[in-house]
């Protein structure tokens, strides 16, 4: 299994249409990263919550953007949507995925911001002056 990158300390998913930003959160024992309850998205009578799978890689290393239904309390139905995993699309190189979410009336492209760290080790030598 695959988990997430160590490096990567927060993940922020925005919808390129509206602008509206949410912070993906980290379940322990999970390789996701989920989009909060508050913020799924009305789908026909339950809801629609979407989370960054570490555990299912596309051939470039990149993570799918899963979609499940859930109920209003954010229980997770068996069924699966057609468009359940969508693959990053553009932005290649980058550190920001983007992906495009098409299911019924709903089309919607998300761009995600990754704040990393990045750690550098160094050794320093001090030479004493004569």
């Known amino acids: ?18 602008g509206e930003e949410f912070e993906l959160e980290e379940k322990e024992g999970s390789y996701c990263l989920f989009l909060k309850q508050q913020d799924a998205i009305s789908y026909v ?28 309390q954010g229980k997770q139905y068996q069924e699966k949507i057609s468009a359940h995993h969508t ?15 098409q299911q019924g009336t709903i ?15 160094a050794t320093a030598h001090i030479i004493q002056n004569p």
């Not at 160590?6 to 249409?17: C, F, Q």
């Not at 089309?107 to 080790?121: G, S």
């Open 107 to 121: 089309d919607i492209l998300f761009t995600t911001r990754l704040a990393m760290q990045v750690n550098q080790h």
């Open 1 to 18: 299994m695959t988990s997430i990158p160590e490096s990567i300390i927060k993940v922020t998913l925005v919808n390129n249409l509206t």
């Open 45 to 72: 009578a339950d809801y629609i919550r979407f989370r960054l799978d570490w555990n299912d890689l596309n051939k470039d290393g990149d993570p799918s953007l899963d979609a499940d239904i859930v109920d209003d």
């Open 87 to 101: 693959t990053r699309r553009i932005n290649s190189g980058s550190n920001n995925y983007t992906y495009h979410f």
